[in-house]
């Protein structure tokens, strides 16, 4: 009886030295792989909006130059006469400036709320960097 009661304690140590490993490194590794998986998404997330707002913004006014150059040099009848007309009165030079001026209002506003985006991100991402950092002193501990 004394020889089966030793084997079950030396068993019940052996399991509560593998349990509490288990809980406190094991647990702490996933829940650390997590964080940092989310927090590198987080970082990814916002410089990419960032980068992919200010990317549209100057496609959409190259696009806009594009088309104002195209329809400035067709050679279609009426419509060359046309703008051949409002290029000699200088409408022409003051459509495309206006356009010019105009989207650069709509892009300092949007970037704007570009700044307003990115100062939410930032917060977001100090936030998920002191839920790391916490997290790595208790997996230390």
């Known amino acids: 009886m004394g020889i089966v009661s030793a084997i079950f304690f030396i068993l019940y140590g052996v399991f509560k030295i593998l349990k509490s490993f ?3 490194y094991l647990t702490h ?7 940092f998986a989310f ?3 987080s970082i990814v997330v916002v410089v990419g909006f960032v980068l992919f707002s200010i990317t549209a913004l100057v496609g959409i006014y190259n696009q806009i130059q ?20 409002l290029e000699c009165s200088g409408a022409l030079l003051a459509i495309n400036n206006g356009i010019t001026l105009i989207f650069g209002a709509i892009s300092t506003v949007a970037l704007f709320h570009l700044a307003k985006f990115l100062i939410y991100g930032l ?5 998920e960097l002191f839920k790391l950092g916490v997290l790595l002193g208790q997996a230390v501990n």
């Open 123 to 127: 917060k977001f991402i100090g936030n």
């Open 66 to 85: 594009d088309l104002i150059n195209y329809i400035s040099t067709a050679n279609t009848g009426a419509l060359s006469c046309f703008f051949s007309v």
């Open 29 to 35: 590794g996933v829940i650390l792989g997590f964080q």
């Open 39 to 41: 927090t590198a998404s």
């Open 22 to 24: 288990f809980v406190k």
